[in-house]
């Protein structure tokens, strides 16, 4: 029997497991429990609320492992990952670890097992935003170089990594885990009465959601920020599901009591909650990847807020505005969107809900499976 952990470390991170941990459990039921599929939770970020509630919609199981980081700087982040991973690791002597996205648990674990001499896989390879003042672009960049399997969302993916010189051999476009999970779940996600919860019963409403630094940190951003959305609130409701760090630096600044009545101020939601909000949103406003996607599935209009992306299938194909760093460039966006002649996206190639099962088979045929 081969052993395989795969890792957590934030949120974003368990859309992209819970698909895998069901596919290893399909493969094993036809071949006789070959494969021992085991979950790290990292504790990078950590809420122990929305952890459970996230793991409770993913039908995930408890994690095998937990190792608490909690927050800190990235150094204090990585490094404390590294040390807490490396002792599961002598401990359990894995086959291979699959680590996902591109948070600092990521590249962490990633090193851990390369230098004790076991494989790595990567799931949502070769993305690039071509901007390393991004944390998680370093990460991205890092982890591709040292992995033994990479797991291709996009077609640029592909691309990026074949430009970086990485061997055609490790190379695998498998499509969007977190697109496994979201056709999954959509029966669920209709059953969510999180609209009416909130008040949004027939009425046209964006959803927004911000956190990067570049937006959240910097005080003239912020202020862009809140008046985009107090404007906008002036003719739709808002459901602005808030991160720590970003309502920390409404506070500071003294922005927090400035808003808008229409804006529904939320803590972070869970998993099938928020998707049912994206999907019935007339709009989303956003810095976030993950939404990109999501968006360009639903084909909800979004509109991103960088001045990069490193999903450009989504702009290229999908519904996503990618706007650039000025807050009131998404005005005439929004225009377009409220008169109807937004443009209508289309759903990139093999996201299609089987991304896992081919990640699966691939491992087994690397690994000579049977």
């Known amino acids: 029997m081969k052993k395989i952990i795969s890792v957590v470390g934030a949120r974003p991170n368990f859309m992209k497991v819970a698909p895998l941990h069901k596919a290893f459990a399909l493969y094993n039921s036809s071949n006789g429990n070959s ?20 793991f409770d919609d993913l039908e995930l199981p408890k994690p095998d492992f937990y190792l608490g980081i909690g927050s800190g700087s990235h150094a204090e982040q990585t490094a404390r990952v590294m040390i807490e991973f490396e002792k599961i690791l002598l401990s359990e002597k894995p086959d291979l670890i699959i680590v996902v996205g591109d948070v600092n648990s990521t590249i962490a674990c990633s090193l851990t097992a390369v230098k004790l001499g076991i494989k790595v896989a990567h ?16 990460n991205r960049i890092l982890t591709d ?25 490790k190379i695998h476009f498998v499509g969007n885990c977190m697109i496994d999970s979201l056709i999954h779940y959509l029966p669920k996600i209709e059953l969510s009465s999180i609209g009416e919860e909130l008040g949004l019963e027939g009425s046209d409403y964006v959803v927004a959601t911000f956190h990067r630094p570049s937006n959240v940190d910097n005080a003239d951003q912020l202020l862009a920020m809140t008046a985009l959305l107090n404007e906008t609130a002036e003719n739709l409701k808002i459901v602005f599901p808030v991160h720590p760090r970003t309502i920390k630096n409404l506070e500071i600044n003294g ?16 998993y099938l909650d928020f998707i049912k909000l994206v999907k019935d949103a007339k709009f989303v406003l956003t810095d976030s990847g993950g939404i990109q996607e999501e968006s360009t ?21 999908g519904n996503n505005y990618l706007i650039g760093d000025r807050f009131e460039d998404a005005k005439p966006v929004i225009e377009i969107i409220m008169k109807g002649e937004n443009k209508k996206g289309k759903i990139p190639e093999l996201w299609d809900g089987s991304s896992a099962s081919r990640i699966i088979q691939i491992i087994a045929t690397t690994f000579n499976i049977r």
């Not at 494969?35 to 996230?54: A, N, P, R, W």
């Not at 922005?255 to 869970?270: A, E, F, V």
């Not at 599935?297 to 299938?313: A, D, F, H, M, Q």
């Open 123 to 138: 799931v949502e390879a070769g993305l690039r935003s071509g901007d390393r003042a991004m944390p998680e672009e370093i």
């Open 255 to 270: 922005l927090l009591n400035g808003l808008s009545k229409n804006i529904i101020l939320t803590d972070p939601i869970g």
């Open 297 to 317: 599935y639903l084909k909800v209009p979004c509109i991103t807020i960088r001045t990069t992306t490193e999903r450009p299938s989504t702009v290229e194909i």
């Open 145 to 169: 170089s040292i992995s033994d399997l990479l797991f291709v969302t996009e077609i640029s993916g592909m691309q990026n990594l074949t430009n970086e010189g990485v061997p055609e051999q």
């Open 35 to 54: 494969i021992q599929h085991l979950i790290c939770h990292t504790g990078q970020h950590y809420d122990e609320k929305m952890s459970k509630v996230f």
